[in-house]
């Protein structure tokens, strides 16, 4: 049987293999393909996708693998692998330095170990089970922001049915509630962000386990506290995520109830107003 203190040290040196195998292809821009209408993949993704899960396949025979880009084991053991080679796929493609890969393993559906590795700033972020989370040998924590309007937070938007995407709402609302939100087009880099404190607070709709695994369990072992929108203990196909310091959770979640719900929101000024008013 595998411990869970064996995985952090390898799962960091396979993070970091693809993480520098992700910056040979940075270096000489790819050709964009596309899944979806926006939603792009390139040879970087699915190269780091291929060396990824021949290393889990070949330390770990019997774990069973899930990965973005198609890579589905079913293994003979208890354990679950949730990988995303290249999370960040659209900055990567344009040249913008934010990217990372996550992985994941859980045992008997609880997540055990997470590595998130950004090659950029060579930052590796950690966390094992009941062990802490780390910054490459840095002990990290969450924030100790405890008021909203005080706050940075983080979100994402899809690249996937992106017209069903109702975010730009919440983003509007919780801009004006708070010191502002940042939109940086990495998730798995957004959960690692809370966890180290860069962050106060992050959520987003409709994400996959592989954006989500490894985050999830480094905020956790920050201290910080993740549920779905409804407040929710998060679970492994939740698609909502919401993050936090724990000490800001309960105002984002009624936040959140209160957007939802139409309630006392700030509107939003009009485009064609402003256009007239410049113009007059
Ligand atoms: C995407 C990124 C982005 C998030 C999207 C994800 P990908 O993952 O995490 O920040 O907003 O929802 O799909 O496609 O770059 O691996
Ligand atoms: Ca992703
Ligand atoms: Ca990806």
């Not at 069903?164 to 959960?191: C, E, M, W």
């Not at 724990?246 to 000024?269: C, N, S």
Request: hydrophobic fraction near 40%.
């Amino acid at each position: 049987m595998s411990t869970a203190n064996e995985f952090v040290p390898a799962m960091s040196e396979i993070a970091r293999e693809a993480g520098l195998l992700l910056m040979t292809y940075f270096a000489r821009r790819v050709k964009v393909e596309y899944k979806g209408e926006v939603d792009v993949v390139t040879e970087a993704d699915r190269a780091s996708e291929a060396l990824i899960t021949d290393r889990i396949h070949a330390r770990w025979p019997r774990h069973s693998v899930m990965a973005e880009e198609g890579t589905r084991t079913q293994g003979s053991g208890e354990y679950q692998w949730y990988v995303d080679p290249l999370d960040g796929t659209t900055n990567f493609a344009h040249g913008f330095p934010v990217f990372c890969v996550s992985l994941a393993v859980e045992h008997q559906g609880k997540l055990v170990a997470g590595v998130i590795y950004d090659p950029t700033r060579d930052e590796l972020f950690s966390a094992e089970r009941g062990k802490g989370a780390y910054l490459n040998s840095r002990r990290i924590h969450v924030s100790n922001i405890g008021n909203l309007a005080e706050s940075l937070v983080a979100t994402g938007f899809p690249s996937h049915k992106r017209h069903k995407n109702p975010n730009i709402h919440f983003y509007h609302q919780i801009t004006l509630r708070t010191h502002g939100v940042r939109r940086a087009g990495s998730a798995a880099l957004d959960l690692a962000g809370v966890a180290c404190g860069r962050f106060d607070g992050f959520w987003e709709f409709n994400l996959n386990p592989w954006d989500t695994a490894a985050g999830v369990l480094l905020v956790e072992e920050a201290g910080g506290q993740v549920t779905d929108l409804a407040g929710d203990r998060f679970r492994i196909d939740s698609r909502e995520v919401v993050a936090s310091n724990g000490l800001l959770h309960a105002d984002l979640l009624r936040e959140f109830a209160a957007i939802m719900a139409g309630r006392g929101l700030e509107e939003l000024p009009s485009a064609v107003g402003y256009a007239k008013g410049r113009s007059s």
